[in-house]
């Protein structure tokens, strides 16, 4: 793989460049031990004899540094790190093609669509001046519609993080059905730092009246926590001694901003990740596989627009996986409800039309597994289900 001759080319110059590094140290330091001593040596001649015995200490010096020979040190070890800082940016120029239009593709696409993402991308990521000029410039207006719904979510945030959960708990209350629905305990979990911030700020007094009126309604279902929060009031004023200080932690706040976002993205009907962003970061990840299928097929760019389906896979991270897929290893083809994957009786998985031409269509006759020598036959295969 590309990635990992690069990889190995730029651990060779770190290699050479920590070797050239610490021989230079080691001369250097040889070269120091030689003069010092030789001062060492001029400091102790006596007044009387230092005319003739300072010439006779710096002309042992002199040979003693032209023993350790610094300069044809060094040259090696230097000469070793030029030679492989000379290869690696070639490396880098013959693995990395600038020329990215190879892999473009004549899509037709709505740039209405299109404006509408960017939009909403500026807006989710709370640049909502940019958000506005672009709209203005772009001429779309009707993006404007998660304008409102994202500057709110930014006032929460930033609410919070100068401690003030107030807005944050309205927006859990009007929301307490849709967030029950995600099984989310957004609300308790504010609620809890809210008694948490009241009992460190107001005393027992008046966190005690808090938990009366906002966490008892929570009592049936979340008694464990609701009992470790009143067991909190015997220690007021030192809770950060007691068994229950991981409460203080800062990285509550923090979580349950995410956590807002989240649940608040995903009551919008929105993800919680920019969908540009998302996007741009898979493109970059692919390609490097699309410019290389494009130097092969250098020459056949009517086919290269023309094609439905890759001819190679593009391998992404997990974290661009949304959901389960699964790509015969036979035909290439992605599996599909009228093409579902099937399991054979020896493990290994095919698709449907790819177990149909195997058996030549006939569901009595065995056929052998392309993967191991086993057998198979179409009755003994069974669905897979993601």
Not at 178 to 202: A, I, P, T, W, Y
């Amino acid at each position: 793989m590309e990635l990992n001759t690069i990889k190995d080319a730029f651990d060779r110059v770190t290699k050479k460049q920590k070797l050239s590094s610490s021989k230079s140290q080691e001369v250097i330091e040889q070269l120091s031990q030689e003069i010092e001593e030789a001062l060492l040596k001029l400091q102790s001649i006596p007044d009387t004899t230092f005319q003739a015995n300072h010439k006779l200490i710096l002309t042992e010096l002199k040979t003693k540094l032209n023993e350790i020979a610094p300069l044809g040190q060094l040259e090696g070890t230097q000469k070793e790190l030029n030679v492989a800082l000379s290869k690696y940016p070639k490396l880098l120029e013959k693995s990395f093609n600038p020329d990215i239009s190879k892999a473009y593709r004549n899509v037709d696409f709505d740039a209405h669509t299109v404006n509408q993402i960017i939009a909403n991308h500026f807006y989710r990521e709370g640049l909502f001046d940019l958000g506005d000029c672009f709209i203005n410039e772009a001429k779309e207006t009707e993006a404007t519609a998660m304008r409102t719904p994202f500057l709110e979510m930014y006032q929460i945030l930033d609410a919070m993080r100068a401690r003030n959960l107030e807005p944050a708990l309205n927006w859990a209350a009007t929301n307490r059905d849709k967030l029950e629905q995600n099984g989310s305990d957004l609300e308790l979990r504010l609620h809890r730092l809210q008694f948490v911030e009241m009992l460190q700020m107001r005393g027992r007094d008046e966190a005690l009246n808090y938990a009366r009126t906002f966490l008892a309604p929570f009592a049936s279902n979340h008694m464990t926590e609701v009992q470790k929060l009143m067991a909190c009031l015997l220690w007021a004023g030192r809770l950060d001694s007691s068994p229950y200080s991981e409460l203080l932690s800062p990285s509550h706040w923090d979580k349950l901003a995410e956590e807002l976002t989240r649940q608040f993205c995903n009551i919008l009907g929105q993800s919680c990740e920019s969908p540009l962003s998302v996007t741009i970061a898979a493109g970059v990840q692919g390609l490097p596989t699309l410019l290389k299928l494009m130097n092969v097929m250098t020459g056949k760019k009517q086919e290269w627009q023309s094609m439905k389906q890759l001819p190679v896979p593009v391998d992404l991270d997990r974290e661009f996986q949304f959901h389960s897929i699964f790509v015969c290893p036979v035909s290439r083809e992605q599996a599909s409800e009228e093409n579902p994957p099937m399991l054979l009786s020896c493990g290994h998985v095919l698709c449907k039309q790819s177990i149909t031409k195997l058996s030549k269509n006939n569901s009595t006759r065995p056929f052998k597994c392309p993967y191991c020598p086993s057998e198979v036959e179409v009755a003994q295969c069974r669905q897979l289900y993601f």
